[in-house]
């Protein structure tokens, strides 16, 4: 075994990197420990003055004797310097001075003694309630992690309802309601301005458009003379027909002027006090439909012209008149509604009763599949074929509507115009029920058309200007006025071509605009009429 221990010493003995376990220690230990305790020193010193000052005693007096805690710990005996931990990191310093002292450092710090070590804020500029309510709303808005479960779900579903959406709404803005569970705001008075519209739609940038030389003449065309043309807002005494005859009814006499040639031909005189109420020409041209004052809707074959049929039912005058295939649906005084088969003897086949007043407007859509009705009692009804209750009812017009016109390449766009107490023209969206658009016209509302071809709306005025004026769609936006009756404008009618209109006024003269002529590029080549078409009722009548 002592050859072992031999070795094992003269290993020790000629390592180079071991650890020193006998000795004094290092020089730079006895430093640092000196260091840390005088810095120890001036920190109790100055806390049992400042303990002294205010009253208190040093709870070093009543504790444990400093010298013991710490002189008494002998450089000798403490551990091995191979053992102990870094010099720098071997005894933490306190940041506390005293008077006139400096905090004792080993070498020069490399940051400024000045750095603040924490932030203190000044409670007299915080604002702390607001500041709680910026965060309390702000996490309510957010919404936790629900939020971004909405937004993730949102963008997954974002093209699904679009394109629900465009299908619902058939193509309308998509910044609307499809249901409606409370009354709506009330509109905005004229001169009203909206300021934060304006804002918004400063930055849009617009779609570029062509540029337009369309001439839109100011005169007529061509002006007759109409005596004894009754005044009456809730009459329709004009129709033109696609045969290109128009039908005029002048008290009690009905003439049909052939703007072919230029001829004028009579066709019926009625019996005083009797007089023309309402007139409209089937689809095919041939046959006109006429409503008296006495209740009773004739059928007249123009080609032929004799009286086809007499049908009664109302009680009152036949203010207006509207074809449907074989179906003609007559508008009276007492507020029905008759739909008439004329192919059969016993025509009545169905009342509608919803209105309280006149009936003064009433137009079925393109398709045929819905009837629109306008009314005195300041009401529009939309009515599906077949069925005796409304389907929708809108009372947004505060004056009697004459007015109803459809839309000819939008089955359920509907115009409505209303009397002088409204004012106004509105658009509706017939499938949902909603109000698409509604403007101020400033006069009475008689009539409205729409072209298709420009995709533009004409209405008829009465006081104070007795214009005509065109409408551009879908914005409204008025493009031309259209001056020269003496009288407030009763009724307008559109040719069969769709390029001029004309208008009879209470001044009894009816006036032609040609506002929507079409280029000769564009006009689309039709077929002329071969004869007259055999009248339908006649093949179907015995």
Not at 284 to 291: K, Q, R, T, Y
């Amino acid at each position: 075994m002592s050859h072992l221990q031999f070795e094992a010493n003269l290993i020790e003995a000629v390592r180079m990197d071991g650890e020193l376990t006998r000795g004094p220690p290092p020089r730079w230990q006895r430093k640092a420990l000196e260091q840390g305790l005088q810095s120890l020193s001036i920190s109790e010193n100055a806390s049992a003055g400042l303990l002294n000052i205010s009253g208190v005693s040093s709870p070093w007096s009543a504790k444990t004797p400093h010298s013991g805690s710490f002189v008494d710990k002998s450089p000798g005996r403490g551990k091995s310097p191979g053992r102990g931990k870094s010099p720098g990191r071997a005894i933490p310093k306190l940041s506390i001075r005293g008077p006139g002292q400096k905090t004792p450092s080993r070498k020069t710090p490399s940051t400024p003694l000045n750095q603040q070590d924490r932030f203190i804020p000044n409670r007299s500029t915080t604002d702390v309630e607001r500041s709680h309510h910026l965060l309390v709303t702000s996490m309510e808005a957010s919404g936790g992690e629900k939020q971004s479960d909405d937004d993730e779900l949102s963008l997954q579903q974002k093209e699904y309802q679009e394109k629900m959406t465009e299908n619902l709404n058939d193509g309308q803005p998509p910044k609307i309601r499809i249901l409606s569970f409370k009354s709506k705001a009330p509109q905005a008075k004229e001169d009203h301005v909206n300021n934060l519209k304006v804002l918004y739609s400063a930055g849009k940038v617009a779609a570029p458009k062509a540029a337009s030389t369309r001439h839109i003449p100011n005169v007529p065309e061509k002006v007759l003379d109409a005596p004894e043309l009754v005044d009456d807002y809730y009459l329709h005494l004009l129709d033109w027909s696609i045969n290109n005859h128009l039908a005029v009814a002048l008290s009690s006499s009905i003439y049909i002027w052939n703007a072919g040639d230029g001829s004028i031909t009579p066709l019926a005189q009625l019996d005083d006090p009797d007089y023309v109420c309402s007139l409209s020409w089937i689809k095919e041209g041939n046959v006109l439909a006429m409503g008296l004052s006495s209740g009773l809707t004739q059928l007249w074959d123009v080609g032929q012209q004799k009286l086809v049929r007499t049908m009664g039912g109302h009680s009152n005058r036949v203010t207006t008149l509207s074809w449907n295939s074989y179906i003609l649906s007559s508008g009276s005084r007492s507020g029905q509604i008759f739909h008439h088969d004329v192919r059969i003897a016993d025509h009545h086949i169905a009342t509608l009763v919803s209105h309280t007043q006149e009936v003064c407007g009433l137009k079925w859509s393109p398709d045929g599949r819905v009837l629109a009705s306008g009314a005195n009692d300041n009401q529009v009804n939309i009515w599906e074929q077949g069925a005796t209750t409304p389907l929708h009812t809108f009372t947004d017009h505060q004056a009697a509507i004459k007015a109803v016109a459809w839309c000819p390449w939008q089955n359920n766009l509907l115009a409505t115009g209303g009397g002088t107490a409204d004012r106004t023209i509105r658009l509706w969206n017939c499938t949902t029920g909603i109000c698409l658009k509604d403007v101020q016209t400033n006069s009475q509302v008689s009539s409205i058309l729409w072209s298709s071809h420009y995709k533009e709306l004409i209405s008829g005025h009465g006081f104070s200007n007795h214009q005509l004026t065109l409408w551009k769609y879908p914005t409204m936006c008025k493009v031309a006025d259209l001056t020269g009756h003496t009288g407030r404008v009763l009724e307008l009618c559109l040719s069969p071509d769709g390029q001029m209109v004309v208008s009879a006024a209470a001044d009894e003269t009816i006036r032609m605009w040609k506002c929507w002529a079409v280029d000769k590029k564009d006009k689309k080549q039709t077929n002329g009429n071969k004869g007259h078409p055999i009248s339908m009722l006649a093949r179907t009548i015995r």
